[in-house]
Structure formats: C-alpha cells, structure tokens
C-alpha cells in the first residue's frame, strides 16, 4: 500500500512559553487546518518525543494531546528512539497505515527544552549513552570532538570543511521563517567561536531548541479524496549500531546509517542518484559529512568536501538541509525527524518560499545518539 | 496476515537488583532460548517501558538491549503508553509484522522501580495524569477511592465484594513461581488493612514491582517452520478517553476499554462469549468489575457480584487473573502489557501449571491511568 502524507506543519522553532503539550497541539492543529481532515477523523495519533518526563514531569502528553485537538477516543502511542524519536514516528505511522490499522495517522513530533539550563538538559540528552559512558561523564558533544579529530587526521580534511556545513546550513535557515536562528555566519566566526570539545567550537553544535512538527498520514486512495498533489512515504527503515560508541571499529564510519540507508532506498525502488534534496542530521557538523559516506552520497573519506565546493549548498547537486538542518533551524530532540520531512514535503510541492529547490524524491535521517539508532526515509512527490 | 507469537517468557517480578536493563535481557533472551529462532533473527525490538529515564536515568535502554542480546543491527524503538505501554506494545509489534516490515519481532516490557521510595515512584506514576490534576496532587490510588465510593453507592455493592477480587488474584499467585507475592490472604485481612484512600485500603492496591516480560512475534507462516503449537494475535486496538478524568460523565463506566474491547472483538470475529480467559488489568480491585462490564462480560453495575459468586475464579466459567494480576503478580508498569499476554499464551499452550484452565481464546486488557488510554488484545490457539 502507497502510504501517503496529506499536510505538514511544523511551530516556530526557538525559545517557546508554555509546556509541550502547547506546542503540539499549535503543531497538530495546524496541520489538521485547511486540509478537510477533522480530528475526530484521526484514528492514530502519535506522539514522538525523547523525554518530557524529564523534561517537565509529564509523561501522559500524547493522551492530553488527543484530548486538546479533539480526536478522542484515537489511539494514542509515545513513540521514543532518543534524539531519533522523530524518525521512528514515521515508520511507526507507516506501519499503522500500511497494516491496515489505520486511515488517518496524526504523527506529532514535539519537545520543549529551553526552560532547562544547559547543565540539566545535557544531563538529561546524555542518558541517552550507555550507562558505562553516561556514569563517566561522556556526553554526545564531547565524542563528537573525539571522532572529528580522527576524522580530519585520517581524511586530510582541512578544520574549516566543517565550518563550511554550519555557514551553508545557517545560510539556508535565513530564508526559512520557521527557524530557531535566521541568521548567516561566516567561516572566521565559525573557527573562532568558543571550543567546545577540541578541534569543535559552538559553532559545530546544534542549539537546545523548543519546538513541533506534524504530518498526516493516510493511504495513498485516501489522500486522492482531499488533495489534488501530496506526498507519499515511499521508503523507511531504521537500524542500530553498537550501544557503546568504544566498541565499534571505527567511529567516522555510520553503519546504522548506511543498513537504514540501505533499506530504505530498496523499499522505494530508488538510490543515492534519485535523491534531489535531503535533510541529515548535523547534530554536529562532523555529522554531515559522514552521513554523506555511510549513504553513498560522497566517496569515503570525501563527504568533507561537498559543503566546501557547493555541492550541497542550495543550487549543488544536492541541496542538504535546506532548512537550516538542526544547526540553524533548531533542535527540539523528539520534534526534529518530524521536522526533517516537513521540509521535504514542503520542497517537494514547491512550498518552501526562498529556499525553494527543484525536487522530485527527498531523503531525511534522523540520528539517536551518536549513531546508536537511525531512521532513514525517501519521500516522493505522488504521481 | 495472522500474526502469531512463537513464544513467551517473563522474569520472576518482585524486588530484584541491577538496572531494567539486566531484567529485559534475562526476559529477551529466555524468550528467545529454544525457539531455534537466533537473536540475530530479529529484525525489530520494541521495548515497552514507561519511565527508565525517571526512574534511573536511562533513556536508551532498548539500544543497549539491541547490543546486550546481539539484535544490532536491528531496528529498535521505546513505545510508551504510561501503565498500559506493554498493551501498546502488543499493537506495535502486530503492526510491525502485519505491514511487512518484519518478519520477527522481539518484545520485551520491563520496569525497574522498586530502588525508589514510595514517594518517589508514586511523583513518576503521577506524572502520566493532566497537568492540572498533577499540580493539585491527585494521584491514580485518590481518584480510585472516589470512584470506588460512587460505584458501591450508586449499585448498592458490598464493600467486600472488591476485598474478593485481592482475594482470587492472590490465590492465582499462590500457583504462578513468577508472582512478586505467592501467598494467599482472606476477606478479613483485605477489609482491615491499612486505608489508602477511603474506602480503598493496602490490599485493593498492587504494588511496586521490578519485573520483564518478552513476546516472539513473527507471521503464523514462519511460526510453523519453527513450532507445533503457537498462539495467534487475532485482535489488537487501542483507545483514549477523556485525560482529565473529572471531564468524563461517569468516572464509573470505562469509555475507553468499551471502544478498545469492541474494536479487538470485531478484528478477531469474536464476542465476549467466546473469551475462556483474560487478564486484566487490576491496578486497584475496583478497576476489575469496571473492566467486565465494559467488555459486557457482566451487566452494568453487576461486575462486582463476580469474584463473590466465584465467576471469576479459577474453578469459574471465565477465569480472570489467574496470573494474579497486577495486584499479586505484580505490576512493573512497561512489563504489565506483555506479562498479561505471557500468561495468557501460557493458559491457552498447556503450561500454566498448578494454574492450569481450559482456554481457547484469551483476552488482555491494558490501562493507561484511570482509563485515559487502554489496549485491549485478543489471543488464541493457532489452528
């Protein structure tokens, strides 16, 4: 069955009042809005989101949210995969569609993160690792340092390769309204922000970010009745790597990226060529590149180039994270797999303003942790 | 595609040392021990668990488990649905294998709380309730004292009649070496412990309990290359009702085990009629005679005659509980959902032992908070 996405939405992406419930219900409603679907039409509703009980101390949101939109009594389910909760709502809607459980999937992707301080938040994202790393203190940022140093050694890649991917993707995110910060930068601010975790700098990371994201699922015979153009979910799959970042053999390869990857182009009928635009997660921008590589965008070892010689930038070959990528667009952990498809969708039907590339199939992966879990998706505009 | 679930396995529930980890990998792999089916089988992991990251700060626990029993690269994902996640568990994983996207999924539910306080573990639980509800300090044990008060006014039942419902479900536990409390207790004893919550006392309670659970799930075609004897899930739904419970018109009727119950029924092509066992979900004894009535096992306000009148006990024409329930089995809040299902695949596969009821067709009932988001499942004998 062709799983199709009727709307998207997403919140303004930054620092938020209210709890997350707020901002899923702003998101859910949204994207309910305009499309003909009522909530009481919504059959599932899914909530991805990595931690409001840690959060906020609510754990019962996706049950307030169908309340608040008005879609009881819809099944309700958090679906949680950590920094990849996002991603893992696609393929768990895909799944409520494509089994036949369902025929109008609410998938609402939220998290609200800036009413923390960074201390607490980090120490909440960081329970994510393995407990052997979580009890020693090491944090997503701080492997990200270690592996980018390995990187760059290994590859010959010049330090400001990956400055190059935060000046693109904050360049993107100007044109995005959306985004957390809409601003550019350049690349001497980049290299001479404040390090963080030696060789990166702040301007390597992504931001805590408060925000939501939805899209309506249904099956593709059904979007015909509402819709004259959608999306359809053409491929999803997601993989694990190792737990304990030690244990692999080699922490600048993503094999999580590259199994999901994998699958998902052979679930759509499509490869690496298909792809017009695609939105990876830069976390941090070592990510970027090595998403590149695991799925078979750039060469081993040459990811690093592709933000340097425009290959990725908005008129390359292949725009990457067009929306400004977690980088510039924000952050809100369960939201951001969401998110990521909400800028296909809009790319794919010409609705993405300023940012506006040509594209016919788009590509999102959402990362957990430091390649813990991904999910992988190929959207493609229906025919 | 008839979904079967090859095997089943939970730990021994009660107090039990180490990290959830530890219970659902001693769950995951004894569910797997035997099968002939490998861990490196299993293309998807679900890990229905409600609260790791409040109660010991682990958020990634269904990764770690992925690596722990040799899953990688499997796709992994929490699902979360507060006290009634392992139900919702029951309905990823059918999904998983009725959409195609697996061809053997391994869940596992678990919940480490004891090596918190009470008060400790009664601040989590609480956090799955409205906002508005938790900020005033009602708890679920409070809201089950009002309702239990209304129910025994307004149908003229004996205050003992919930007493008999402790009663039964620790004479089951006295016969399952799985039970967090195999001992039996009298009438007097239930109505003379300690109050909770007027007129609810200790024993109309379940406990704090650690504890896992695992299910085999692949489709009925594989299952037979593997085993003789297995059990179908021939019905799965889930349904909300209303998250602030004062905004229901009646606290005592349970809209959304009714809505979950008609929907499994009809997906089974069963009745209440056909159900020989089924275990629901006895946070308090009140909830019981709830639950029979709005699955029209008994007529509205007769529910609470059928512990008394021995309807429900072992030797009755529909036992419930006969793993004890979550009031002497135990309930580990993510496990519950799945331990629910092990006992009733153990009831309709022969291998209940001292416990032992004839069974054909099995029905499961998973409550999320005072009926904010129930599952409700039905399992029988593949043919």
């Known amino acids: 069955m062709d799983v199709a996405v009727l709307s998207a939405s997403m919140t303004q992406f930054g620092t938020r009042e209210g709890w997350v419930r707020d901002l899923a219900t702003e ?66 809607a895909w799944q409520s569609i494509a089994s036949g459980a369902s025929e109008m999937t609410l998938l609402v992707g939220a998290e609200k993160m800036t009413h923390r ?26 492997f990200a340092g270690l592996a980018a140093r390995l990187y760059l050694d290994r590859f010959d890649a010049p330090r400001e390769s990956l400055a190059h991917v935060a000046v693109k ?49 249904c099956p593709a015979s059904v979007a015909r009745e509402y819709a004259d153009e959608f999306v359809v979910l053409s491929g999803v799959a997601g993989a694990t790597d190792t737990h304990v970042v030690h244990e692999r053999d080699d922490p600048t390869w993503m094999d999580a990226v590259a199994a999901s990857g994998e699958q998902a182009f052979e ?24 998403q590149l590589e695991a799925f078979g965008f750039a060469e081993r070892g040459e990811g690093w180039r592709y933000a340097m010689d425009g290959t990725t930038t908005r008129d390359g070959s292949l725009p990457v994270n067009t929306s400004g990528g977690l980088k510039a667009r924000g952050h809100p952990l369960g939201a951001t797999g969401v998110a990521q498809a909400v800028e296909i969708y809009r790319q794919l039907l010409g609705e993405a303003g300023q940012r506006q590339v040509e594209a016919e199939a788009g590509l999102t992966c959402n990362v957990g942790g430091f390649g813990n879990c991904v999910t992988s998706a190929v959207l493609e505009v229906a025919r």
């Open 117 to 142: 301080t960074t201390g607490e938040a980090s120490d909440i994202i960081a329970s994510l690792t393995h407990p052997s790393e979580y009890a020693h203190g090491v944090t997503l940022p701080s």
């Open 169 to 217: 993707n904050h360049d993107n995110a100007r044109n995005n309204p959306d985004a957390q910060f809409q601003k550019s930068i350049d690349v001497e601010t980049a290299l001479e922000s404040p390090m963080v975790a030696d060789p990166l700098r702040l301007y390597d990371y992504c931001p805590l970010t408060d925000g939501s994201a939805a899209l309506l699922f």
């Open 267 to 290: 679930m759509a009928g499509l490869g690496p060529d298909d792809i017009d635009v695609a939105e990876l997660h830069d976390m941090v921008t070592l990510l970027e590149p090595l």
């Open 27 to 92: 998101a859910a409603l949204d994207c309910l809005d305009d499309t003909g679907v009522g909530a009481s039409a919504v059959d599932h509703l899914y909530l991805s989101n990595m931690a409001s009980g840690e959060f906020e101390g609510q754990t019962g949101v996706m049950n307030a949210l169908a309340y608040d939109i008005g879609a009881v009594p819809a099944y309700t389910q958090r679906v949680g995969q950590t920094s990849a909760s996002g991603g893992a709502g696609l393929y768990a």
